[in-house]
């Protein structure tokens, strides 16, 4: 019998929005994939030593290897350029050396910064305690949404100077990144952008494409189970 299962194996959770950039940017590029679940918050001792940072996601390439080290990558930004060496079409990283810089830059600034005020700052004091059946931070969400997040909605609103992407005149691995970080607010709070019309309108542009929405559901269906409504944090 053929093997049918894809060479391709998201280790992690939809819920996860570095999960989520690395399945978009399969979509993107039409890659089968699929997304094996692990709670990274108590990971199987396997996992442990692929990941050496205790993070998802994890990429396994099974024609490489089927278990062990080998076929594994560690860390979003990683396996997305391994992806688009492995399946260059259509390209998601800039030919231009500028605009490669730009969208190497927008990617670790949003894997960064905007994680650490979206992720840490509003995703996780709401739906880690909602999931626990507590009651959320939302003084915690509240100071992330309206004091820590604006001077980094400056920053995007600015680089981005109300062009449709990021860098170079085509999509790239910066919007797919901004966008499914940025998501991670959208999970369990309401996302208003009107102080920033660029960033607002790339943001409702880049959440139509399949390759934002249907991780997205994926992960929204699982939150909505512990938190029906989103809450408003303004
Ligand atoms: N730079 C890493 C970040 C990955 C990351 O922080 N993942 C989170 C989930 S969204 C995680 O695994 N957290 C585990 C923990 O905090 O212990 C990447 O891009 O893959």
Known sequence: MTDTRPDLVIYGSPISPFVRKVAGVCIAKDVPYEVEAINVFDPPA???????????????????????????????????????????APALYPDDPMALGEALFIEEYADTAL?????????RPIFFAVSKGEEPDLDKARQAWNVQLPPIFDVLEARLGGAAF???????????????????????AETPLATWPGLAAHFEAMKALPLIAQPYAAAEKLVRRALPTPFDLT
């Open 46 to 88: 396997w996992f442990r030593d692929i990941s050496p940072m205790k993070r998802i996601p994890v990429l396994r390439d099974r024609s490489v290897a089927e278990e062990g080290l080998a076929g594994t990558i560690a860390d979003s930004s990683a396996i997305c350029a391994m992806i688009e060496k492995k399946h260059p």
């Open 115 to 123: 994680a650490m005020a979206g992720g840490l700052g509003i995703f």
């Open 166 to 188: 990021f860098a170079g005149e085509a999509l790239s691995i910066a919007d797919i990144t901004v966008t499914a970080v940025l998501m991670q607010v959208s999970l369990v």
